[in-house]
């Protein structure tokens, strides 16, 4: 079964797709460098996922370890990759499942290292954009 696409542009094409989800990654990438994690830029508060962009940069040195350290579901983006690619062919209930299983995941991990007081994942709201202007405009 193949899914629909979310958006159909006109003259739309898989070429076109590919390019605009080009352009998209590319877009991201520079505004993440530029900016960092916009989570934590706009609430001062670490995000699921916090660590993964180093744990990635670490297994591209191959160093396993500080990969986990980072992130210890570090994995995780590459086994929805896969299930992109097989189970999602088969069945879009299944992949959604897939989806669901990983974000749960997500949260239970990140719920269990805020709990430990993971400083990867430490909680700074005072950093976060909207508390500076709540700061500036003198509601908090």
Do not use: N
């Not at 079964?1 to 998209?24: E, F, T």
């Not at 719920?111 to 005072?126: G, T, W």
Request: aromatic share 8%; hydrophobic share 55%.
């Amino acid at each position: 079964m193949q899914c629909k696409p979310w958006i159909r542009l006109p003259g739309d094409s898989a070429s076109k797709r590919i390019g605009y989800g080009a352009a998209a990654l590319l877009l991201t990438a520079v505004a993440y460098a530029v900016l960092g994690c916009p989570m934590r830029l706009l609430t001062g508060l670490p995000c699921p996922g916090c660590g993964m962009t180093r744990a990635w940069l670490s297994v591209l040195r191959l160093d396993f370890a500080a990969a986990f350290a980072f992130h210890p579901l570090w994995p995780l983006p590459l086994l929805l990759v896969v299930c992109w690619f097989t189970v999602r062919r088969r069945s879009a209930a299944a992949f959604r499942l897939c989806l669901g299983a990983a974000g749960l995941l997500l949260v239970i991990v990140f719920v269990i290292r805020l709990s430990r007081q993971d400083p990867i994942v430490a909680l700074h709201p005072e950093d976060g954009l909207i508390i500076r202007a709540l700061h500036i405009c003198g509601l908090v």
